[in-house]
Each structure stands twice: as structure tokens, then as C-alpha cells.
């Protein structure tokens, strides 16, 4: 019991810093917050992804290529330049190490908008020993607490586990699924209820309009992460930006 809890803890935390922080803070702006919240969300970002924990500016980056590239030979990870998910993840990771080290000069075309920024977690979070050190914490907790065998086989999942919500979010969401709209691209909408992945799943809505908070538009598309944010708004942690505060659905 103590392993599962542990599992669904990590995948969903971590995700939620990815879609919240990462994604529709860092690369989308949808929402302010002051500089404090900012270093404390930056914290659990790192806490909570661990060993494949990312950067917040090179997270950013990649996305508004993704975004400007849409499912070209130009997109960082779109499933149809690659033949399988694990040649697309491991791409990404190319892409994203020469973002990171400043190596890529097609991103610097996307870094004049805003985003968060840490030069030292940055560093530090992307270290071989934090990653390491972060995989001896989840096997040791294994050892403590696992009953089985068989439990053993979700470590690589804890290991690299935002690279495995990134995988199923752009493989499954730029292949499978139905469209609300014509976006001159392959992104789908392959959930109606994205318990998954947090919302991340509409990806076809979201290509259509990237600055939605939001990311489910019919009545019955349920983004779990919005209300959430929406939570957050009314607590003052975070402002919605105008044009956001409002859940009003969208027909296409």
C-alpha cells in the first residue's frame, strides 16, 4: 500500500508542477504571481520531479518551439519524425540538453518573453549527483516499504518520470483521439476526462488556443488542473490573467 501511495504521490505532484508551473505559467504566462510564490513553486518543481526534474526557461523554450513547429521536422518532439516513443523521448532530451547549455540557437528566437528563472536550482536540479541522489532515495524507500518483487519494476517510471508524462502527452496527443478543430497540425484530443495526465491530453484544444487556462472547451472535457488554478486565483497566490478568470465553454 505504502508503494502505491508513493508511486501516485510522485506522478501526480510531479505532473502537476509540470502543467501548473512549467507549462501554463512558465511557457504560456497565463497567470502572475509574485517573485516569493515564484521561488516556492520553483522549490516543489524541483522537489517534486526529483531526478527528472527540468528547468522552468528551458521547459519554456522547448514548448514555444513545439509550438511554433507544430508536428514538423522543426518540432522538438512530435511522434511522426520519430518510430517510436522512446526515439521521441530521447530526442527531446537532445533538444532539451542543447537548450539548456545554450547550445540551441533556435531557441533563443523564443527567449525574449517572460519566464521564471533560478540560475542555481537550474544548475544544481540538472546535476548527475542530484539525479542520483534522488534515484537512491526512491530505491531506498523501495527497500523499506516494497512488498513484492514485482514493485521494483516502477523505479524507472520514478527515474525519469516527467520525461514519461511528456512521452505519453505528446506520442498519444499528437496521434490518437478525436479534433475540435482544424489546426493545421496532428494534435488530438485523447481523453474526455484526462485523469492521466492532468489535462494535458486536449492537446488539440490547446494548439488551437494555447493562452486558454483551461484546457478542456466542451461542456463535458474535464481538465483537472484548472480548477485547481481557479483555487489558487481565489486564494490570491496566483492572478488570472484577463480573459482567463472565467471557465466559459468553447464550441467549435
Known amino acids: 500500500m505504502a508503494i502505491l501511495v508513493f508511486f501516485l504521490a510522485h506522478w501526480y505532484l510531479s505532473l502537476f508542477m509540470q502543467s501548473f508551473f512549467q507549462h501554463r505559467y512558465a511557457a504560456h504566462r497565463m497567470f502572475t504571481m509574485s517573485r516569493r510564490w515564484e521561488r516556492i513553486f520553483f522549490v516543489l518543481t524541483y522537489l517534486w520531479q ?80 542530484s539525479r542520483v541522489g534522488w534515484g537512491i532515495f526512491y530505491i531506498l524507500f523501495y527497500v523499506q516499504f516494497a512488498t513484492g518483487w514485482w514493485q521494483y519494476l516502477l523505479l524507472p517510471i520514478h527515474f525519469s518520470m516527467g520525461a514519461v508524462h511528456g512521452a505519453i502527452v505528446n506520442w498519444s496527443g499528437h496521434k490518437y483521439g478525436y479534433q475540435n478543430f482544424d489546426n493545421h497540425d496532428k494534435s488530438r484530443n485523447s481523453l474526455f476526462f484526462d485523469f492521466l495526465t492532468g489535462g494535458e491530453l486536449f492537446q488539440n484544444n490547446h494548439h488551437k488556443l494555447p493562452s486558454r487556462v483551461n484546457f478542456g472547451v466542451k461542456w463535458w472535457e474535464l481538465d483537472p488542473t484548472y480548477p485547481v488554478i481557479w483555487l489558487l486565483d481565489k486564494l490570491a497566490i496566483i492572478r488570472l490573467k484577463k480573459g482567463n478568470a472565467a471557465d466559459v465553454a468553447v464550441v467549435a
Open 50 to 129: 526529483g531526478s527528472s526534474f527540468l528547468s522552468p526557461r528551458s521547459y519554456a523554450l522547448l514548448h514555444r518551439m513545439h509550438h511554433a513547429y507544430s508536428d514538423t521536422e522543426r518540432d522538438p518532439h512530435s511522434p511522426h519524425f520519430s518510430s517510436n516513443a522512446f526515439l521521441m523521448m530521447w530526442k527531446t532530451r537532445t533538444v532539451y540538453h542543447d537548450v539548456l547549455y545554450g547550445r540551441s540557437a533556435a531557441a533563443e528566437r523564443f527567449a525574449q518573453g517572460d519566464y521564471p528563472e533560478w540560475t542555481a536550482l537550474d544548475e544544481f536540479g540538472n546535476k548527475w549527483y
